[in-house]
């Protein structure tokens, strides 16, 4: 089947890096997914890792290890705007699944 | 321009009444989706279309019914409506099924009362 595990709260300070955590389980997997969502706004697509390693965008970058089912995504200079919920995803066999996601605070 | 749109934004209605909600893609896609999102802000697919052909039906009740006209759109409907269906029903679409991130519309705030 398919499981995704994220923490539920994290809490951080402006300027700092904070990452965020994602295991997974999943049959047939195609892709591990990060998106945003402010609260009472639809999510917003952030990466896509479908190879081992380290993917870059800016502030955000997001890690995939497919052997050990784990991704997490990095963000850096942390700004008020940041705090929002954070969603892990995967794609697999006929199966989009999220997990619960991570709400972010950031504290001035 | 908006890339998905969906409407209405709100919708309140009774128990028992059937209700309709839109979308539309602008951005070339082949895939669209229909997500619900409960009080506890957990997003579940509940169908997709790839190209007109419904590829994902996951376990919802069956008066919930997709229906694609063309790629562009993807509408739901929902019949007998019930409490339980107060969410906030998220549309959504990508460039294919698989390996492509989502863009969601605003989604559609539903109050069954």
């Known amino acids: 089947g398919q499981n995704i595990d994220q923490p539920t709260e994290m809490t951080a300070t402006e300027g700092a890096i904070v990452q965020i955590n994602c295991t997974y389980q999943?049959?047939?997997?195609?892709?591990l997914f990060w998106y945003q969502q402010h609260a009472g706004e639809a999510p917003t697509f952030l990466s896509y890792?479908?190879?081992?390693g380290l993917e870059e965008k800016g502030r955000f970058s997001s890690f995939l290890s497919r052997s050990k089912g784990y991704s997490y995504l990095l963000l850096k200079e942390l700004q008020m705007k940041d705090s929002a919920s954070y969603l892990c995803?995967?794609?697999?066999?006929?199966?989009?699944?999220f997990g619960t996601g991570t709400r972010l605070k950031v504290l001035a | 321009d908006t890339a998905v749109s969906q409407t209405p934004k709100y919708l309140v209605t009774q128990m028992g009444n059937d209700k309709s909600i839109k979308c539309e893609q602008n951005l070339g896609h082949d895939t669209m989706y229909w997500y619900k999102q409960d009080s506890k802000k957990f997003l579940k697919i509940m169908f997709s279309?790839?190209?007109?052909?419904?590829?994902i039906n996951e376990t919802v009740p069956n008066r919930f019914s997709p229906k694609s006209p063309d790629k562009a759109h993807l509408n739901l409907h929902i019949n007998s409506l019930e409490l339980g269906d107060s969410a906030v029903y998220f549309c959504?679409?990508?460039?294919?099924?698989?390996?492509?991130?989502?863009?969601f519309g605003p989604g559609t705030r539903l109050t069954v009362t």
């Open positions: 959504a679409s990508s460039q294919d099924w698989q390996y492509a991130g989502q863009y």
């Open positions: 999943t049959s047939g997997f195609n892709g």
């Open positions: 890792n479908v190879l081992d």
């Open positions: 995803a995967t794609s697999g066999t006929y199966k989009y699944i």
């Open positions: 279309y790839n190209n007109k052909e419904l590829i």
